[in-house]
Antibody, heavy 116, light 112 residues
């Protein structure tokens, strides 16, 4: 079936980087852009950026420019989101989402905890 | 950035009664291609969000017909005709007309 499966929870120290993966299956990987959204504990949804799995082009929210990098591996139908210079405010669940209407499919979420 | 403002932020509803959520955008969501990329998402407790409605009024696959969306330009509404227990959660409106994509603050629907 159509699904996005994300990598497991991470605990990082301030200043470190984290790389979250999102593996697509059940559809043609290169057909739809992939978005990344995060949700801090008890808070709403925040869009981080988008990657075109076909050509690899990206667009990032201004807030994350310079700290986020989105990449893809077409051989494994996987996209990656790397966030650097982590701080406590980056503690959140990170989601990937895709589909013809942007968020037809969602990953299960990856909890990233930033703590010293 | 386009600001999305939802009202109310909390909606206690009696089972079987209707519920309505409003969403207003700070600028028109009509895209240059003529489409309006306004979606509604539902997030049940402890789960990822899921798509309910796209392009104002199109129900996503598997979404019950008690959910309906309407509106145009900058004003949009999600209606639940008869609330069921499984509808408890937080509802977000989202615009994808312009980068960055932005979400409303969320409206918590709970049973009275």
């Amino acid at each position: 079936q159509v699904q996005l499966v994300q990598s497991g929870a991470e605990v990082k120290k301030p200043g470190a980087s984290v790389k979250v993966s999102c593996k697509a299956s059940g559809y043609t990987f290169t057909s739809y852009y992939m978005h990344w959204v995060r949700q801090a504990p008890g808070q709403g949804l925040e869009w981080m950026g988008i990657i075109n799995p076909s050509g690899g082009s990206t667009s990032y929210a201004q807030k994350f420019q310079g700290r986020v990098t989105m990449t893809r591996d077409t051989s494994t139908s996987t996209v990656y989101m790397e966030l650097s210079s982590l701080r406590s405010e980056d503690t959140a669940v990170y989601y990937c989402g895709s589909g013809p209407n942007a968020f037809d499919i969602w990953g299960q979420g990856t909890m990233v905890t930033v703590s010293s | 950035d386009i600001v999305m403002t939802q009202t109310p932020l909390s909606s206690p509803v009696t089972l079987g009664q209707p519920a309505s959520i409003s969403c207003r955008s700070s600028q028109s969501l009509v895209h240059s291609d003529g489409n309006t990329y306004l979606s509604w998402l539902q997030q049940r407790p402890g789960q990822p969000p899921r798509l309910l409605i796209y392009k104002i009024s199109n129900r996503f696959s598997g979404v019950p017909d008690r959910f309906s969306g309407s509106g145009a330009g900058t004003d949009f509404t999600l209606k639940i005709s008869r609330v069921e227990a499984e509808d408890v959660g937080v509802y977000y409106c989202m615009q994808a007309t312009q980068f960055p994509l932005t979400f409303g603050q969320g409206t918590k629907v709970e049973i009275k």
